[in-house]
Structure formats: C-alpha cells, structure tokens
C-alpha cells in the first residue's frame, strides 16, 4: 500500500473512532441525567430554592411542603361548619379575608361565636376554645403557661401559630400639638404620674387617658404587661368598652389620649395618631410619612408604617395568632386549614389589604 493510501485510512479511522467516542459520551449524558453547564455550580450555596426543592415550611401546621399560592389549592380542607372567634383586633381580617375563604370554598364554612355575659377578646376566645365552645381560636397575644396546663388537663395541647404582624398605635386629639411619647412617659400617663400636658412639653391641658377594661383582650392585656409593666391602670383612666366608643370620645376631648391596634387608629380622620420611642431620639411613626393632614381624609388616609413594624424599630409590635387545638379531630383538620389559608400567598396579601403587615 502506498504512502498516500496509508495516510488516508489513518485519518479515516481516527475520525470514526472519534465518532464512536462523542457518540457514546452523548448516549451516557443523556441516560444519566448529568448536565455539563451544572458541573460548575453544584455547590449549594449558589443554587436557587428551585434547585433545592420545595421551601420546608417549618410551622407544625398543616405540614406544607410549600405554601400555597391560593385558596383554591389548600390541601386537607374539611367540610362542615366551624365554630371560631376571639381577639376583637381580627375584625378586620374575619371581615375581607375569612370572606373571601368562603367564597372560594364552600364546603368550609365559619361562624363567629359572640361570647355569653363577657365581652369579646383574646382571653374569652381562649377560654371558648379550651371549653369546646370553639374548634380554633384567634388572638392578639401568646399563650400563658396558666393557658396550657388548662388544655392538658382537658386532654389535649394547643399550637399557636403567628399569621400577621400588628402594633399598637397611640392617638390623641387632632388639635393637641405633642411631637410624640416615649414608652416611659405612655406608662407615666396611664398610672397617673403625669396628669397634665404641660408635664410633657405641651399645652396646659389634663390629660384624660381612655382604655378598654383590663382583662378585655389581648389589647389591653399587651398593653398592661409591655407598657406599664404589670402595674394597675390610675384612677383617672376612663374606660369605654369599644374603640369606636373611645375613638368618638377622643376626638371631642382636648386632652384625650387612646391606644389600641394600629390599623383601627392610624387610618381615622378625627383623630392623630403619634410617634413612639424607646428614647426621645427615637420617636418611630405608626404611619407611613409624611403624615397625611386629617383635612385630606378621607380621600386621603395614612398608612401603616409596614417597615418599622416588621423591623422592630416601632417598640410597640406583637404578632397576631391563630389557635388550634392538637386532638387529631375534625377541629384541629379546620383550624390548621384556616391558618394555611392565611399563610398562603392569597392569605398573606389580603391580610396586608386589611390594614395588618404579613408575616411572609
């Protein structure tokens, strides 16, 4: 065989045997499942939630894999009708979002419970829940250790599960000139040390603080404990028993002052929510500024301040829980139903619609 002709086989068998090589390396790649383009980034701390899988939803309730995006694909919904109820600061939530729930699924039906010769509130509802007067409960403060023991001794735990962030927002007469309280001086007010506005930088007007009853809800329950650290309200703190009825009041009383949840304060018309501080330096807005003169409300209203209250930076915040007893009956299947309605997508941005800041 000629030189040429010896050059040319060689050629041709290295090409073939190329092919076979590159053919082969495509058939394994292809039935093992390896990508090249990933080879460079396997490492987990550069790989997207979608890489890892579903996000683990550490809550004991419901047990999602992941949250839903809306009402219509919560899984393990029961039907039936379920009797709920509790803290007086989730009518806003019972009213747009527990709707809109049951206008998605039916065969889910709610009924809010009014408690017999006691006001309605976080403590009542808790109470309700623990008699077998509710399936699940709604408040505005954590559990107490008194509360637990109570459901043991009944048989069964209770899980409480956080769903939104709120805060309580101080307001006052929209004529008195007061650029804002710390916490001290909020507690200095409601045990009477201070009585008048002079004491606090402001006019020479007395100051006529209003509250809820203690022991009405998780409100004034928060309140007691967080603001004036266990101690008794004074004796010239008037109480009313709503806060439409305390928010009238204020608005006609020069030296009025009020607390309650914020979105039932902030966005009103009559009167002025104030700034908080833990110091005097550090006065934080409940409302978005600037603040929005009440001569424009109510085509204009404030807004809650959403970055503060998820921060911490405003010192009065707290989380608002549904309650679900753990006796594996049809009560607890509703009660984690309805906390993984609030926590879905839809939940979350009808929640942050209702004036209350979402928790995911």
């Known amino acids: 065989m000629s030189q040429r002709n010896e050059t040319t086989v060689l050629v041709l068998a290295l090409l073939v045997t190329a092919g076979l090589i590159a053919g082969g390396f495509w058939w394994f790649t292809q039935k093992s499942g390896i990508?090249?383009?990933k080879l460079n980034n396997s490492s987990p701390t550069n790989s997207s939630p979608a890489d890892k899988g579903d996000i683990n939803n550490s809550s004991p309730v419901g047990q999602q894999s992941n949250f839903?995006?809306?009402?219509?694909?919560?899984?393990?919904?029961?039907?039936?009708?379920?009797?709920?109820?509790?803290?007086?600061?989730?009518?806003?939530?019972?009213?747009?979002?527990?709707?809109?729930?049951?206008s998605a699924r039916p065969e889910f039906r709610l009924r809010y419970v009014t408690p017999l010769g006691e006001s309605p509130g976080s403590s009542t509802g808790i109470r309700m829940l623990i008699a077998g007067k509710l399936d699940f409960a709604q408040s505005s403060r954590s559990l107490r250790d008194e509360e637990l023991s109570s459901a043991q001794a009944r048989g069964f735990k209770l899980q409480q599960t956080p769903v939104a962030i709120d805060g309580l927002a101080v307001a006052v007469n929209p004529n008195l000139n007061i650029a804002g309280l710390t916490v001290d001086q909020l507690r200095s007010i409601y045990t009477g040390k201070v009585t008048n506005?002079?004491?606090?930088?402001?006019?020479?007007?007395?100051?006529?603080?209003?509250?809820?009853?203690?022991?009405?809800?998780?409100?004034?329950?928060?309140?007691?404990?967080?603001v004036l650290g266990n101690q008794k309200f004074a004796a010239n703190v008037q109480f009313v028993g709503t806060t439409t009825q305390a928010l009238q009041k204020l608005a006609s009383s020069p030296g009025g002052i009020y607390y309650a949840s914020a979105p039932e304060v902030v966005p009103q018309c009559t009167i002025k929510p104030i700034p908080l501080g833990r110091k005097a330096n550090e006065l934080v807005a409940p409302y978005q500024e600037p603040f929005v003169s009440l001569s424009q409300c109510p085509s204009?209203?404030?807004?809650?301040?959403?970055?503060?209250?998820?921060?911490?930076?405003?010192?009065?915040?707290?989380?608002?829980?549904?309650?679900?007893?753990?006796?594996?009956?049809?009560?607890?299947?509703?009660?984690?139903?309805?906390?993984?309605?609030?926590?879905?997508?839809?939940?979350?941005?009808?929640?942050?619609?209702?004036?209350?800041?979402?928790?995911r």
Request: glycine share 10%.
């Open 35 to 37: 990508r090249l383009d």
């Open 68 to 102: 839903s995006k809306d009402f219509a694909s919560i899984p393990k919904v029961p039907s039936g009708l379920f009797n709920y109820g509790g803290s007086t600061s989730w009518a806003p939530i019972r009213l747009s979002v527990d709707s809109a729930i049951q």
């Open 197 to 226: 506005w002079q004491q606090l930088g402001g006019a020479n007007i007395p100051i006529q603080p209003y509250s809820r009853p203690a022991n009405d809800g998780g409100t004034v329950e928060f309140f007691i404990q967080d």
């Open 300 to 359: 204009q209203r404030n807004r809650l301040n959403i970055k503060a209250f998820q921060s911490g930076a405003y010192p009065l915040t707290r989380n608002l829980f549904a309650l679900v007893k753990q006796n594996g009956k049809d009560e607890q299947l509703a009660g984690e139903a309805y906390i993984n309605f609030l926590l879905s997508n839809q939940g979350q941005e009808l929640i942050s619609q209702s004036g209350f800041v979402r928790i």
